[in-house]
């Protein structure tokens, strides 16, 4: 929920807007003004660089005390970047001619900003303010974690000017030309490790882990970049930096969810898992994902290790008994685990929560605090009844936690939702935590008086990467217990944190056997779908196993959701956003400089890389370029991977333009010395080219594959160092050069957006079958689809009536009461009943 002193509008569809940026842009769409490309990279500008500088400015004075100037210094500089757009285009708007929704966001801000930075009206602010308001606002923003800038540069909606660029030291200049002449023999060789990927003495050994996904949901796109995509996207940049990498993940098969699916489906747990691990395992093959293995939670090893851990908690005194309080269904005759009840959550009202999580306001919850719960096998309401459990004990490992946290903090990259989460449960108190469930399918518990119970998945799912890592090699424990060799990062959205940054630990520290411990834990926020969350039962969003069947390649899916990778905040995936970056970030930025570098190769030199020399102008580009490829560095390093990615794209303008001032295919026809000049620029691009495959490869594998093959790069030059080098000297041939990114139109976008609008089936299908695009498959009687469906006939019925009681256009009404019937359909099939054929009022069937 946004908070109660932001702006806020409340849509006729009951959707509210909270973001000044969407709010504008809802307004001038209303209008009929649909924005260009530049006015969307302008907004994107205003809500990546700008927002987040006047909040840290906030933060700064209010918070460190900075005072005046000291505490806006960024500020004026991002001022001055506005003036000078201004200025260079010579007019008072920022992305054409009239003013746009750009003019008025950033407009807003900008006259706030240039306020701030007036004495005067500092002064005159100081005197307004109520004292008391200001001190409950400086409480609220110590309790959130510090803004975190970017790093400061340049940053432009066009191509960069000489003016507007950062200024170049001598030294900068003469390093980048020295590592350009040193060519190949720069380069670090690429290093292949043995199979199995062992730990290798003074060798950087980094183990990564991304979230085990439970096995009996397909995962959507939200899913895919929280954990699988962002952790094989550093696992390749490292690989590339010659790091000793293992990536290792797999299905949590085990506890109540799976049974629940095997209910739901009338299979048994096993072959529910068998069944799921397969369609994970092909849709992370589709994107391309590099593990080095996938594996699974149901295994002998899986039993060993964690009762092994078990024993040693147990043996050490860290496990407590206790009587407690649980639901059982008579109906069922059997004890509830968390995931078999539902009811409405004691914090916040939601009335779907899980007997273990709520799922909207995030908070941990005991199935018996539940208000109105139900059994979810037969819907009956389940009575409380007194049953005994094993407790870790928290609050006796906390004087091991909190030390071991503290050395991790300072030494490791932890996300700051990462360490704000972990602090608020400390801060709350650690509790004893239950590690049993009343359950067939998990984990037995080897001691007496609990053998007919489980471990709780939560307590056993995370020793899955050490069983999963055990049947890739039988010499998982040099990974596994060897922290003085060993990195370890572990990938997974916010709401995974707790379970890995307190419970888990507590469970290695107690066990008291040198395990490696999490030197890196990396949380994202939550990727939203359009203006909405995904939803499998209503057929919105876009599910792994679906994103093959658009026709879109798994690198545009791969790039774009890197591209707004939830890094700080949430963030939403868009149809005509990724329409947007797909047709001018790669078709237009990267792909037509690295296909034009490649073709005034074939076209003007036969093929063949010409001779160069350098100009001071050439000089100062190869500095440049090396300036980004230090930030790429810099930002990977610290798995900044969104911000990385745009050190790529900058490159790509960089070349662009110098490509663009220099005009190769003009110079190509003159004398002897513009001869001269067109190669050397052509040479110089085609470089750029090359090292841009090599930075592309952990984004785009795939493209930066195919890039290799055209220019025909070296293997020995597919590595990663810190230089931009001239790997494609004169005399190199390059091959067939063709372009790499198609335009994605209008149409064929819109056509998308309706189909994973609300409707379509979710699901997996093999090739046999394939249900109609039209029919969504439903279990009839589902409560929790025909509760969603009737909220939203309700909703939508609304929003039709709303539009004709403003005498809305007539097309406009019929989509929407075509868009309720369609509901009105999905009802009645939900609820079993046979639809009637629908049509709106007013007219008849023939």
């Avoid at 071991?404 to 989460?421: F, K, P, V």
Wanted: hydrophobic letters at 35%; charged letters at 25%.
């Amino acid at each position: 929920p946004p908070p109660p002193w932001s702006p806020a509008l409340e849509l006729d569809s009951g959707t509210v807007l909270f973001s000044p940026n969407a709010i504008c842009q809802f307004f001038f769409l209303a209008r009929g003004e649909e924005p260009t490309d530049l006015t969307n990279q302008w907004l994107e500008w205003e809500a990546t660089e700008l927002q987040p500088a006047a909040l840290a400015a906030l933060y700064a004075q209010l918070v460190h005390g900075r005072k005046g100037l000291e505490a806006v210094e960024v500020l004026g500089k991002l001022l001055a970047h506005i003036e000078q757009n201004l200025s260079r285009r010579g007019t008072a708007y920022l992305a054409g001619d009239t003013k746009s929704v750009a003019d008025s966001e950033i407009g807003v801000l900008r006259g706030s900003i240039s306020m701030t930075l007036s004495e005067a009206c500092r002064k005159a602010a100081d005197s307004v303010l109520m004292p008391k308001a200001l001190l409950e606002f400086k409480s609220y923003l110590q309790k959130q974690p510090p803004p975190c800038l970017a790093m400061e540069r340049a940053t432009s909606n066009e191509p960069e000017e000489e003016g507007s660029e950062p200024t170049l030291t001598e030294e900068e200049i003469t390093a980048a030309v020295d590592a350009w002449a040193r060519g190949v023999a720069a380069l670090p060789k690429p290093w292949q490790p043995q199979k199995p990927v062992l730990p290798v003495e003074g060798m950087r050994n980094v183990l990564i882990t991304s979230a085990l996904p439970y096995v009996n949901n397909v995962p959507h796109l939200g899913n895919i970049i929280g954990c699988v995509l962002s952790a094989d996207t550093f696992a390749r940049y490292c690989r590339l930096r010659n790091w000793n990498t293992l990536y290792v993940c797999g299905t949590d098969e085990y506890g109540t969810a799976t049974e629940t699916k095997a209910v739901e489906e009338g299979l048994t747990p096993q072959e529910i898992c068998n069944k799921y691990n397969t369609i994970h395992a092909d849709i992370y093959r589709w994107f391309d994902i590099s593990f080095d293995y996938f594996g699974r939670t149901t295994t002998p090893y899986q039993t060993t290790i964690a009762q092994d851990i078990f024993q040693r908690l147990l043996a050490r005194g860290f496990l407590l008994q206790d009587t407690v309080e649980q639901l059982q269904c008579e109906d069922c005759q059997r004890f509830l685990a968390d995931r078999f009840v539902e009811g409405t959550c004691p914090f916040c009202s939601y009335e779907e929560a899980r007997g273990d999580q709520c799922d909207k306001c995030g908070k941990l919850i005991n199935a018996v605090e539940l208000k109105n719960p139900q059994c979810k096998l037969c819907r009956g309401v389940p009575v409380v009844k007194p049953t005994q459990h094993l407790f870790l004990d928290l609050p006796k490992l906390e004087e091991q936690l909190e030390p071991w946290l503290e050395q991790s903090w300072a030494t490791g990259d932890w996300t700051a939702n990462a360490r704000y989460i972990t602090r608020s449960w400390i801060r709350d108190g650690l509790k004893p935590r239950c590690i049993t469930r009343d359950l067939k399918w998990g984990t037995p518990v080897p001691l007496d008086g609990f053998r007919d119970k489980v471990f709780y998945v939560w307590f056993d799912a995370p020793i899955g990467y050490l069983s999963i890592t055990a049947n890739y090699t039988d010499q998982w424990e040099r990974w596994w217990k060897n922290p003085q060799q060993v990195e370890l990062y572990n990938f997974m959205a916010k709401d995974n944190v707790p379970f890995h940054s307190v419970i888990f630990p507590c469970s290695l520290l107690g066990a008291d056997d040198n395990y490696t411990l999490v030197n890196h834990l990396i949380a994202t926020e939550y990727l939203n779908y359009e203006d909405g969350k995904f939803s499998k039962s209503r057929g919105v969003g876009v599910f792994g196993d679906m994103a093959k069947d658009t026709g879109i390649p798994a690198d545009i899916w791969r790039f774009y959701l890197l591209y707004l990778r939830p890094e700080g905040q949430d963030s939403t995936f868009s149809w005509s956003d990724l329409m947007l970056k797909n047709n001018s970030e790669l078709l237009n930025n990267l792909g037509n400089f690295i296909n034009r570098a490649g073709m005034f190769v074939c076209k003007f030199f036969g093929g063949t890389v010409p001779d160069m020399v350098l100009t001071p102008d050439d000089k100062r580009l190869l500095a440049r370029v090396t300036l980004e490829l230090h930030q790429y560095h810099q930002l990977l390093e610290k798995v900044r991977i969104r911000d990385a990615l745009r050190c790529i794209l900058s490159i790509s303008r960089h070349g662009n333009q110098y490509i663009q001032v220099n005009e190769p295919w003009k110079r190509i026809k003159g004398d002897e010395k513009d001869r001269q000049r067109a190669g050397t620029v052509t040479g110089v691009a085609v470089n750029m080219a090359s090292m841009l495959a090599v930075m592309l490869q952990p984004y785009m594998p795939s493209v930066s594959l195919a890039i290799q093959g055209q220019l025909c790069i070296p293997p020995d030059c597919f590595v990663l160092s810190h230089n931009f080098t001239c790997t494609l000297p004169p005399g190199h041939r390059v091959g067939t050069v063709s372009p790499l990114f198609q335009k994605l139109e209008h149409d064929q976008i819109e056509a998308l957006r309706k189909r994973f609008g609300g409707g379509q089936v979710s699901g997996y299908f093999g090739a046999k079958q394939t249900p109609p695009a039209s029919v969504t498959l439903t279990a009839p009687g589902d409560p929790q689809l025909i509760q969603e469906l009737t909220e939203e006939v309700a909703k939508q019925g609304n929003h039709v009536r709303q539009l004709k009681a403003n005498k809305a256009e007539k097309a406009q009404v019929d989509a929407e009461v075509a868009k309720l019937l369609e509901l009105k359909k999905q009802l009645a099939l939900a609820e079993g009943k046979s639809p009637e054929v629908l049509v709106p009022k007013g007219k008849r069937k023939k």
